[in-house]
């Protein structure tokens, strides 16, 4: 199975080192070379610089072999595009996306893109995290 990965911050390098670990044909693709720094010596993938909003550079990365694709830059609009073109114009099997803003999930819903929402998963842990180690309502002084 090959996956494009767009954006190689945090998410995108640390799913594209996991990846490759475990024998994907991975493709990240990043504006800036220096993002591929946070890539392992041992990443086994292709690097693709480019601006990932403009079709020759996903062309270049491979997108219309691709099986899947993972937009995972911090730029919602970007990933929404991203996510589209793949999805509308390559017919790329499966297509997940970083959403950062909750209140665009939506619009990833209506075009039937999978999504992840650091914001709401962060928010929804660190709740239950509280749960765990403290009762609401009661005080420093046991009240």
Not at 84 to 97: D, F, H, K, N, T
């Amino acid at each position: 199975m090959s996956v494009l990965i767009v954006g190689c911050g945090n998410l995108g390098a640390y799913l594209a080192n996991l990846l490759s670990t475990e024998g994907w044909e991975v493709v990240v693709v990043d504006w800036q070379e220096e993002a591929f720094s946070q890539l392992s010596s041992s990443f086994s993938g292709i690097k693709v610089i480019g601006d990932v909003t403009e079709v020759d550079v996903l062309e270049r990365a491979g997108i219309d072999a691709a099986t899947a694709l993972v937009a995972t830059t911090k730029r919602d609009n970007v990933n929404l595009m991203v996510a589209q073109i793949a999805r509308e114009i390559y017919g790329v099997p499966v297509v997940l996306a970083r959403v950062e803003d909750p209140n665009r999930e939506e619009s990833y819903r209506e075009l039937e893109i999978k999504t992840i929402c650091p914001t709401i998963m962060g928010a929804l842990r660190l709740r239950e995290m509280l749960t765990e180690s403290a009762q609401p309502g009661k005080g420093r002084g046991g009240s």
